[in-house]
T-cell receptor, first 109, second 112 residues
Framework: GQNIDQPTEMTATEGAIVQINCTYQ??????LFWYQQHAGEAPTFLSY????GLEEKGRFSSFLSRSKGYSYLLLKELQMKDSASYLC??????????FGTGTRLLVSP | DGGITQSPKYLFRKEGQNVTLSCEQN?????MYWYRQDPGQGLRLIYY???????QKGDIAEGYSVSREKKESFPLTVTSAQKNPTAFYLC???????????FGSGTRLTVV
């Protein structure tokens, strides 16, 4: 079976740091993706982890622990434009992505 | 510029009618995907295709059909058998899954 869990909603303040967690139980796991989706728009790629550890890309970092079935997305120096949904997705059998329900992040001034 | 195009952006359908959503890519990607997104929900996989003339059912294929006659095109038909078709439909493509997807801008289908 495939199961991916994320918090439904989070709030944070401009300039702060926020961590969005994702736990997964997926057979045929190959890697973990994070996407950003603004309301009414298509998702855009943020990061990808296949090995354990931290991947850093500017203000965004993503961490993976395969043994724990756990990942997180870290957003630093939050900006108002970061208000969006963040989707965690597991690559399965090198064929497809299985998505979680997404975390809606609201950044306030 | 390469990309993936979905049309139309908004679509209205009467109950009982079939409707086809278009998805075209010029990225030379082998794999193409159709997802459905309901309000406040994540993406659920309808169908996917790794190669021309071959496709597989996703988690919610009932009431939908696809074809993959050309590498560039992967149209989705929403049939009258789909009981709750109102949703946001997203098409995506990838060279390989581990390269990540490129998404189209989506089609919002409303049944009236």
């Amino acid at each position: 079976g495939q199961n991916i869990d994320q918090p439904t909603e989070m709030t944070a303040t401009e300039g702060a740091i926020v961590q969005i967690n994702c736990t997964y139980q997926t057979s045929g796991f190959n890697g973990l993706f994070w996407y950003q989706q603004h309301a009414g728009e298509a998702p855009t790629f943020l990061s990808y982890n296949v090995l354990d550890g931290l991947e850093e890309k500017g203000r965004f970092s993503s961490f993976l622990s395969r043994s724990k079935g756990y990942s997180y997305l870290l957003l630093k120096e939050l900006q108002m434009k970061d208000s969006a949904s963040y989707l965690c997705a597991s690559s399965v059998d090198f064929q497809k992505l299985v998505f979680g329900t997404g975390t809606r992040l609201l950044v306030s001034p | 510029d390469g990309g993936i195009t979905q049309s139309p952006k908004y679509l209205f359908r009467k109950e009982g009618q079939n409707v086809t959503l278009s998805c075209e890519q010029n990225l030379n990607h082998d794999a193409m995907y159709w997802y459905r997104q309901d309000p406040g929900q994540g993406l659920r996989l309808i169908y996917y295709s790794q190669i021309v003339n071959d496709f597989q059912k996703g988690d919610i294929a009932e009431g939908y059909s696809v074809s993959r006659e050309k590498k560039e095109s992967f149209p989705l038909t929403v049939t009258s058998a789909q009981k709750n078709p109102t949703a946001f439909y997203l098409c995506a493509s990838a060279l390989r899954t581990l390269d990540g997807y490129t998404f189209g801008s989506g089609t919002r289908l409303t049944v009236v």
